[in-house]
């Protein structure tokens, strides 16, 4: 069952489809702020990104594109959606990643006191981030965290343990679609007001794996710094996602972006 949520949380006008998913034109600071409201409303509510591999999967996927578009807020992530989107009409203000989001989060949960749990990685990893934050952010709460290796029948116990934490933020540290389906499916179970994905986040604030230098973010070219460190993962996966994303582009701009639900 997908769950639904509420998603007038922000100008409607500012909620766009681009090739069947829904992404929301928003800033940084307006995705923060938007979050806020969120948290203060307490009513359980999932965030997420899109960037090209996963709105190429989720093409594929009717199930993980239904859960994307359950969600509240959906932010674009990857440089490719911005680009596309602009050249097919459509202006988003900028990219604003899960990353980006997560850290910011953080300072924000330091100021408001608000309690964290963090799900995800391994166990080594997500004590680094849970030690390294809470050295930074002495008055951010920590209200549990635990890596994100477990077997199905584990599933119900660690929900309950979320869902007793009292926590305001949840971010999972897991491979797309598994986070996906996991907040999806126990979102109202969780009773946590802001539930986000962030992938392999835990990774790069534990220092396991290296970010981008801001050059390259700013200059949207964190795909080739990836690229460079990663060749034979991230050229297999630039080859196929991509391209086909590339495909989808030139046939909505000389076949029609309607046809190809960009509106």
């Known amino acids: 069952m997908i769950i639904e949520q509420n998603s007038l949380l922000f100008d409607p006008a500012k909620r766009k489809r681009f090739f069947g998913s829904n992404i929301d034109?928003?800033?940084?600071?307006?995705?923060?702020?938007?979050?806020?409201?969120?948290?203060?409303?307490?009513?359980?509510?999932?965030?997420?990104?899109?960037?090209?591999?996963?709105?190429?999967?989720?093409?594929?996927?009717?199930?993980?594109?239904?859960?994307?578009?359950?969600?509240?807020?959906?932010?674009?992530?990857?440089?490719?959606?911005?680009?596309?989107?602009?050249?097919?009409?459509?202006?988003?203000?900028?990219?604003?990643?899960?990353?980006?989001?997560?850290?910011?989060?953080?300072?924000?949960?330091?100021?408001?006191?608000?309690?964290?749990?963090?799900?995800?990685?391994?166990?080594?990893?997500?004590?680094q981030v849970v030690q390294k934050f809470s050295y930074q952010y002495p008055h951010m709460v920590v209200a549990g965290y635990r890596d994100g290796y477990y077997k199905p029948e584990e599933e119900k116990s660690i929900v309950e343990s979320i869902r007793r934490s009292g926590a305001d933020i949840l971010v999972v540290a897991m491979g797309s679609p598994a986070k996906e389906y996991f907040m999806n499916r126990n979102l109202h179970e969780l009773n946590v007001p802001f539930v986000m994905g962030v992938g392999g986040s835990f990774d790069i604030v534990a220092g396991v794996t290296q970010r981008a230098p801001v050059w390259a973010q700013k200059a949207g070219l964190e795909w080739f710094f990836r690229m460079m460190n990663e060749p034979r993962r991230m050229i297999a996966r630039y080859m196929t996602s991509n391209l086909q994303f590339l495909g989808l582009l030139i046939k909505a701009k000389f076949l029609g972006k309607k046809r190809y639900d960009c509106s």
């Open 25 to 127: 034109l928003l800033t940084m600071d307006e995705t923060l702020a938007t979050v806020e409201k969120i948290i203060a409303g307490g009513i359980p509510t999932q965030h997420c990104v899109v960037n090209v591999a996963k709105l190429v999967n989720m093409r594929k996927n009717p199930e993980l594109m239904e859960m994307v578009n359950s969600c509240a807020l959906v932010n674009v992530d990857g440089q490719g959606i911005v680009l596309g989107a602009r050249l097919l009409g459509t202006r988003v203000p900028e990219r604003v990643t899960g990353i980006d989001i997560f850290m910011n989060l953080m300072r924000i949960a330091d100021k408001a006191a608000y309690g964290v749990y963090f799900f995800g990685a391994k166990d080594h990893v997500v004590k």
